[in-house]
């Protein structure tokens, strides 16, 4: 399983984002895509998670009300979309799998895209 996420870069504080993680391929082994952040120094961060089947969304207080995780399972891609982003948001985004009969354990890990919002 390749996770390749993607969409991140530098922007404004009050500005939206959206990033993007590709599966391939997807399946039982990926049945809840995840998303992580790890800011500088800092642990990393659960952001949010979606279910292929079904859509069911969950997030993380910290951004609850400006994060929206989507997926499009006809190109097998989990979008992350944050908006009025503030430099607290600065951070290494990642994107996870978890597998069906465990999806809480994330067992496949993208290689990150870095966000920086500039103040």
């Known amino acids: 399983v390749q996770l390749q996420a993607s969409g991140g870069g530098l922007v404004q504080s009050g500005d939206s984002l959206r990033l993007s993680c590709i599966v391939s391929?997807?399946?039982?082994?990926?049945?809840?895509m995840g998303w992580f952040r790890q800011a500088p120094e800092q642990e990393r961060e659960f952001v949010g998670a979606?279910?292929?089947?079904?859509?069911?969304?969950e997030y993380a207080n910290s951004v609850k009300g400006r994060a929206v995780i989507s997926r499009d399972n006809s190109k097998n891609t989990v979008y992350l979309q944050m908006n009025s982003l503030t430099p607290e948001d600065t951070a290494v985004y990642y994107c996870?799998?978890?597998?069906?009969?465990?999806?809480?354990?994330?067992?496949?890990w993208g290689q990150g895209t870095k966000v920086t919002v500039s103040s």
């Open positions: 979606i279910r292929w089947l079904g859509g069911n969304t």
């Open positions: 391929p997807r399946t039982r082994s990926t049945y809840r």
């Open positions: 996870a799998a978890a597998p069906q009969n465990s999806p809480y354990t994330y067992k496949y």
